[in-house]
């Protein structure tokens, strides 16, 4: 068992050499400089993987609502600001707080109001994403609304104008017929005048 392993040899002949020297660059070349670029090459390739995935994240946080999900542009078209929209209408730490108090809450065993239990019962039902505003936001349904009341109000006014000239027409046709019925009257009288004359 216990054999003594002789130390390699250094080759001496020049053939034995060249091999040596060719073997000793190949390893080099292949493991050293092949192998540590196609590392090298996955570690760049994944960080800018990371890279797209942390600029569209960015460019999703910059262009649409986090709670809506209403994009930049559909308040742009409404005449809203979306920053202000998002600071102050749909703000995510506003809904953060909101959770970490309802937990609070529910730790302390503390008397929850009718929306908390609400949301307290959604969330356990799993079904928290109906509580959120999908879709939906406060100043757009107002803006909405008004631009509703607007048209609403349009079509009063012209159901109210065409009212008012079917009014006047009724007028002056019973006015025309208020006259064609004193003519008439008055005709009538005339024969019954000399009708009346003509028996005498």
Request: net charge negative; aromatic share 12%; hydrophobic share 40%.
């Amino acid at each position: 068992m216990n054999q003594h392993v002789a130390p390699p040899t250094i080759p001496t002949e020049p053939s034995e050499s060249w091999f040596l020297i060719l073997y000793v660059v190949v390893f080099y070349v292949v493991i050293g400089l092949l192998m540590l670029n196609i590392f090298l090459a996955i570690i760049v390739d994944t960080f800018s993987e990371l890279r797209d995935i942390r600029e569209q994240a960015r460019v999703a946080r910059n262009n649409s609502c986090f709670v809506c999900s209403i994009e930049r542009e559909a308040f742009k078209r409404r005449g809203i600001e979306f920053n202000n929209h998002v600071i102050s209408e749909h703000n995510t730490w506003h809904y953060f707080y909101f959770f970490v108090y309802l937990r609070d809450q529910i730790g302390n065993k503390a008397e929850l109001t009718h929306l908390e239990s609400y949301v307290k019962q959604k969330i356990e039902d799993n079904r928290f994403l109906e509580i959120f505003p999908i879709e939906r936001a406060l100043s757009l349904e107002t803006i909405q609304n008004s631009f509703d009341v607007a048209s609403k109000m349009r079509d009063l006014e012209q159901a109210s104008n065409n009212s008012f000239e079917q009014q006047e027409k009724i007028l002056r046709e019973n006015a025309e017929l208020k006259m064609a019925m004193s003519r008439m009257t008055a005709q009538v009288s005339q024969l019954i005048n000399a009708g009346t004359e003509n028996h005498t």
